[in-house]
Each structure stands twice: as structure tokens, then as C-alpha cells.
């Protein structure tokens, strides 16, 4: 019997992957524990007498209370943060609902297409109470051209369901807008809605919960959009509430704009779901092996044909909170999680992945990590800027080595005017050479005009076509780490040295990484690659710490910060944070990645012309993520690749000073280059979120 050797490697290949991701989560769990253990063991008040201790342990007790907000500080940050979140939510309950003269002024609006928009509701045992406040928020909507399309599945006991139904029925007179039917049975949440869509005649598809309650103008912003965008998969923000009182909110959900990574991980698209009717030819509407997750499987389907899904970035939808609702519990319906990831399995087959995994997140049952396989072992050249700080890049290569599960990997160490001899002392010990001399020497025969970094630009190329001459670095004996000299006379230029060094890269893919940064995960090579690989995605993050273990990256936002240019979101949040509805438990798209650790195919680096190097310092990577994106890809953030990032250690902070001024031309550079984008806002971010502030508190009304 003759042995497949490739079929047994990627056996191997996999399940050498699980066990990285195992490992890794493992090692998470660890570092977390052993934090908690060094903080109790380092407080002075350990070696104090038994009563002082017992009063510590109290205080630690209080402190572990407040530990997922950060401690004390974190406490108050977040009553401010619920102070201003209530103080906001103020807008939008029914202050939001249109005044007597702006409802008039809706319903008398006259589109240049006024679809007709079949609203599905399927019933069964529904509240009386509930129902009529149901069918009263589509009565009160101010554009009038709709149809509401009800199947009752309810049983004997619930006979008064159809009774008022009728009632409303009736009171239409002419109108007829809303259609009724008894079902023989109750075929699930799928099947009643699919008989509520044999009813619907309108040209849009509207999907309704039977307790839920619509904003009296959602169906007029929506026309809005259909007729100034040409949308043909429309949604809205959406809150959860109690008590049969929609201002009194439990969660409001402010949305990204379409985002493909965040709807794999998550259903966040949800309510008030709103299509063309031609996007369901030749498939079907809910599919009942879905139940439960039927909304979720039917969205990735959808917003895949459709060619416009437009996001109204308002709150209009009121989901109900009560005992048997989702909103309240998944528990109410456990099904839902299985559901949820078969039908995202089945988006992800269709979409041509094999091998891949769906697991839970700490976030919420239905909140997912997927990973994908990776095909093939396809190098990567990690790119690390460095100027002495010979310590913090001694742990940074350490780190790599020690850590990284994924053995194919070169660095290449971009050598920038370093000083200090201990620098070069480690150059010697990583290659074995004298790094200083060896590029002394190749410099001199190199030189032209005086400018010896123009000159060894031109050695990676040298190295290519096997010119002699030009310095092509000093190799490490193990063939995994080049040193490389950038010298120049002028000022540093952090885009000008990654490029240089990137010329030398001879692996598939690209590593921008800090040489301030320290690997945490040791998978975290496989959850950046598993990204970089895919043929829609750009440049991918991860996730970095202080070492204090606050973030202090988590995605990048454009327009965010006093200087209106970008800054990184949930900035200074505690680690064990699950950020903003879950946001730091999963991949998601983002517009920019920041730099200290960005992979990308080296053909997409050279495609877009790599760091744009007249931003010298800073707002290279946001630059060169916007590139990426104004081609067509995808950019990705994901929470499980994490390192430290010992931040400004390398180079100090840029508010004061020369390097304050150096920051403010290069932010006024930036808006000038990027001010379509910055006005559109940035897609991943909601425009009611504040801009002042990266912990997404809402805007607050003055």
C-alpha cells in the first residue's frame, strides 16, 4: 500500500495547529494567574501581622470586584462612562420619535421610488399586549407603503391572537395593508416565516420579531437610502429594553457599516433587517436546520448577493427583554448556539474554506473565533526598525524564538545609527560578525554622492542579482536573523527604514514589528497568517498590551483623537476586557492596523509602494492601511495574537517639542491627503460614538 506522505503532513499540519492554539489559550489562562499571584506577593503589606494581612485580603477581595474595569481607576472610568451613556441614551428613546410636524412632513415625501415593503411577522402564543404594540409601531410608520404579513402558528390556548389580528384587519378598511393567515400547525420559526413571506407582495422584504417595536421612521430612512444609494440590504442600530418601556434600555447596540469578518464572528447586522426581494432568487429565505440562528445564516447569504447593504447608523429597532427571549437569555434557547455555527460553517464552506474550526468565545456563547486553516508553510520576513535599545531587542528576537510555534521565519533587523556599543555587542552575538565593520566597508565601496543611505538602497537589489559590493546584512549562523545597515545624514525616517528593510525579505509575507514589542501568544504567527493568507485581506494586526496589561492596541479608528487623524480603540482597557459588545473576543475589519505589528503579503506591500515615506514617523501604517483598503482589501484585527508593547521606549513621546511640531505636520499632512475618507467617517466605527474619547462612549447633545 503505497503512503501518502502530503495527506499524513497535513494531518500533522493540523493537529500541530490545534495544539498551538491549546498552548496558547493555556498560556493566557497561566500569564493571567501568575499577574494576580506577583501582584499579591509584591504588595509590602504581605510579610505585615495576621489582622493587617486580613484586612489586605478584604482590600484585595474589593479589588478583584472591580478588576474586569480596570481597578479603581478602571471603577471610576466606567461610572463615567455609564453617567454619560445614560446621560446620552436621553436621544434615543421616544425624544427620538419624530414631532407631529416632521411625521407630516415624512409621510407627505414623495421618492422617485416608492417600494412597497412586506413586513414578515411570524406568531405563535404571542402576548396580547406585546402584539398590539407590535402591529400599532408598523401603523405609526411615516412612510405609508407597506404590508404586514402575519402566519399564526399559536396554539388553541391563544386563540385571541388571530381575534386581534382580525380587529386590526378590519380597522384598515380598503387600505388592506396588513394580511393575515391561520396556520394548521406550527412549523418553528423558519417555516411560519416563510408562510408569512407566501403572503408578502412588496418589492423589499422586512424581517420583524412579534414582541419587538420599530422607531415610527425607519421605514422612511430606508426608502431614503434605497433611493440615494441604491441599498438592497438595509439595517439599523438597535437596543434591548424592559418593562414594556422602550426608554428604559438595557444594551444599545451602535453598529459598524458591513464588515464580512464581524458577521462571520458575529450576528451583529441582527435587527431591523430589510432586503430586495430579487436578492432571494434562487435561494431560500429561512432554512429550518438553522433554527434558532436562521436570521444569522440568512444575513450571510444575503449580504454575500447583494451589491449595496447600506447601514443606517441610527437607533430604530426595540428589542424586547423578557424571560423566553433571546434578548434576555441564550439559555432560553440553546439551540441557538449549534445553529449559529453550522450556519456559518456552511457560509464558509460556500466562500471555499476547508479545516476550519468554530469555537465559543468568553464574550457570549454565540460570539466566535474561527480559524482558518493555513495552507501550505509559507515564509515570513519579520521587519524590526532598530536604534540601540539593544536590551529591549534582545527580548523582542528572544521572545520570537522562544515562543513562536510557527518555524518559518526569518528577521531582518534594520540597523538605524546606533551609538551605543552594547547595540553592536548584540549584532555580534546574533550573527557571529562585526556587523559595524562589515558594513563600514561595504558603505565606503558603495558610496555616491555623499549619501550612503541612497546608496545602500540599492542593496537589496545587489543582493538579488548577485552584484558584489553592496551590503546584504550579516546572517545569524541558524540562517533566521539578517542584520542590515540603513545609514543616513538626515533625520530618521521610520517609513524609509521598514522599506529598505523589506527589500531583503525573501519570505511570501511581511512583518512590521516593533523592536519594542515581546510575543505573548505562541501561536501568534498562525492567527496572523491565517488572515495575511486569504486572497480579500490586506494587512492584519494584533492585539498589544502595556505592560501593565491595559491595550494599547486594538484597531485603529480614523478621526479619533484631538488631532482628527486616527487612534487606537479601547485604548488603556484593563486586559480582561471584552470591549465594546464583545469587539476585543474576536477578529473583526478595521480601517487600519498600527504598524509595531502588521503582517501583509509582501506582493500587496510592493503593490501599494510600501510606507508612504513622507510620513517619516508617523501615521505610516494608518497611510499605508488606507492604501490597502482604497484598493478593494479587507484589513483585520485580531485579539489572538497578542504581544507587549513597551510603547515610546525606542523613540518618546511626540507632544512636546520638535517632535510635537514633527507630529502636527505630518496629522495636517495626513487630513489633507485622507479628507474624503475622514469626512466619510470611518465605516467601522458608529458616527454616534464620541471621537474624543477610544472607550465608545456616545456622543452627548449639549
Known amino acids: 500500500m503505497e503512503i501518502d506522505y502530503k495527506e499524513l503532513y497535513e494531518k500533522e499540519h493540523q493537529k500541530s495547529a490545534a495544539l498551538a492554539e491549546r498552548v496558547a489559550a493555556l498560556e493566557d489562562a497561566n500569564g493571567d ?49 455609564k453617567k454619560r451613556e445614560k446621560e446620552a441614551m436621553k436621544q434615543f428613546g421616544t425624544e427620538s420619535f419624530p414631532s407631529e410636524e416632521q411625521a407630516r412632513a415624512e409621510r407627505e415625501t414623495q421618492f422617485a421610488y416608492m417600494p412597497q415593503i412586506s413586513i414578515l411577522v411570524p406568531l405563535y402564543n404571542t402576548d396580547e399586549t406585546m402584539l398590539k404594540e407590535m402591529i400599532d409601531s408598523v401603523l405609526y410608520q411615516t412612510y405609508e407603503n407597506w404590508q404586514l404579513c402575519l402566519a399564526d402558528g399559536s396554539d388553541a390556548e391563544h386563540a385571541y391572537v388571530e381575534k386581534v389580528c382580525r380587529e386590526y384587519m378590519a380597522a384598515e378598511g380598503d387600505r388592506a395593508r396588513i394580511v393575515y393567515r391561520r396556520l394548521e400547525r406550527n412549523e418553528g420559526i423558519s417555516g411560519n416565516t416563510n408562510q408569512c413571506l407566501k403572503l408578502a407582495t412588496g418589492e423589499y422584504i422586512g424581517l420583524f420579531d412579534h414582541d419587538d417595536i420599530l422607531h415610527p421612521s425607519v421605514l422612511f430612512e430606508y426608502v431614503k437610502a434605497i433611493n440615494e444609494q441604491g441599498a438592497d440590504y438595509l439595517y439599523c442600530d438597535e437596543t434591548t429594553f424592559k418593562s414594556g418601556d422602550i426608554n428604559h434600555m438595557l444594551t444599545m447596540h451602535f453598529k459598524p457599516d458591513y464588515a464580512p469578518d464581524n458577521l462571520r464572528a458575529n450576528n451583529y447586522i441582527c435587527h431591523f433587517s430589510v432586503f430586495k426581494r430579487t436578492l432571494l432568487e434562487g435561494t431560500e429565505l429561512f432554512r429550518s436546520r438553522f433554527d434558532g440562528s436562521q436570521d444569522h445564516d440568512m444575513i450571510l447569504r444575503l449580504t454575500d448577493k447583494a451589491e449595496k447593504v447600506v447601514h443606517i447608523p441610527k437607533l430604530m429597532y426595540y428589542w424586547r427583554c423578557h424571560p423566553a427571549s433571546v434578548a434576555s437569555n441564550i439559555g432560553a434557547k440553546t439551540y441557538c448556539i449549534d445553529a449559529a455555527r453550522g450556519a456559518i460553517a456552511d457560509h464558509l464552506r460556500s466562500h471555499g474554506y476547508d479545516n476550519f474550526k468554530i469555537t465559543s468565545t468568553r464574550a457570549f456563547e454565540t460570539i466566535f473565533k474561527i480559524r482558518y486553516e493555513i495552507i501550505g508553510s509559507p515564509k515570513i520576513s519579520i521587519v524590526i526598525a532598530n536604534k540601540d535599545h539593544a536590551v529591549d531587542l534582545k527580548r523582542c528576537i528572544s521572545s520570537i524564538y522562544e515562543k513562536s510555534t510557527y518555524d518559518n521565519w526569518e528577521i531582518i533587523v534594520v540597523e538605524n545609527n546606533s551609538t551605543e556599543d552594547s547595540t553592536w555587542a548584540y549584532y555580534q552575538e546574533l550573527t557571529g560578525k562585526d556587523v559595524k565593520a562589515e558594513a563600514a566597508k561595504a558603505s565606503k565601496a558603495a558610496a555616491t554622492e555623499g549619501d550612503t543611505g541612497k546608496a545602500l538602497e540599492a542593496g537589496a537589489a545587489a543582493k538579488a542579482s548577485g552584484v558584489q559590493g553592496a551590503y546584504t546584512g550579516s546572517l545569524s549562523e541558524d540562517g533566521k536573523v539578517r542584520v542590515v545597515v540603513y545609514e543616513s545624514n538626515g533625520s530618521f525616517n521610520y517609513s524609509a527604514v521598514n522599506n529598505y528593510g523589506a527589500g531583503f525579505a525573501t519570505g511570501e509575507y511581511i512583518l512590521l514589528l516593533n523592536n519594542d514589542t515581546e510575543v505573548i501568544t505562541v501561536n501568534w504567527l498562525e492567527e496572523l497568517l491565517m488572515y495575511a493568507q486569504r486572497e480579500d485581506v490586506g494587512a492584519v494586526g494584533g492585539k498589544l498590551y502595556y505592560p501593565d496589561k491595559t491595550i494599547q492596541h486594538a484597531g485603529v479608528v480614523l478621526a479619533l483623537g484631538a488631532h482628527r487623524t486616527a487612534g487606537h480603540s479601547h485604548y488603556k482597557q484593563p486586559k480582561a476586557n471584552l470591549g465594546y459588545m464583545g469587539r476585543l473576543c474576536y477578529a473583526q475589519n478595521v480601517s487600519a492596523v498600527t504598524g509595531a505589528c502588521l503582517m501583509v503579503k509582501k506582493s500587496l506591500f510592493e503593490e501599494v509602494g510600501g510606507l508612504e515615506e513622507s510620513f517619516a514617523i508617523s501615521l ?8 490597502l483598503r482604497e484598493k478593494g482589501y479587507l484589513n483585520v484585527f485580531t485579539p489572538f495574537a497578542e504581544c507587549f508593547h513597551y510603547e515610546s521606549i525606542s523613540r518618546g513621546l511626540d507632544d512636546q517639542g520638535e517632535k510635537a511640531e514633527r507630529y502636527n505636520k505630518e496629522s495636517e499632512q495626513f487630513r489633507n491627503k485622507w479628507k474624503a475618507v475622514l469626512e466619510a467617517g470611518d465605516p467601522y466605527y458608529n458616527p454616534n460614538f464620541s471621537l474624543d474619547r477610544s472607550d465608545f462612549s456616545l456622543k452627548v447633545q449639549e
Open 620 to 627: 505610516n501604517d494608518v497611510d499605508f492601511c488606507l492604501k
Open 33 to 81: 494567574l501568575q499577574f494576580k499571584i506577583d501582584r499579591i506577593k509584591n504588595n509590602p503589606l504581605w510579610k505585615a501581622s495576621k489582622p493587617a494581612r486580613n484586612v489586605m485580603h478584604a482590600a484585595i477581595r474589593q479589588v478583584d470586584r472591580l478588576r474586569n474595569c480596570g481597578g479603581v481607576r478602571g471603577f471610576l472610568a466606567k461610572l463615567d462612562y
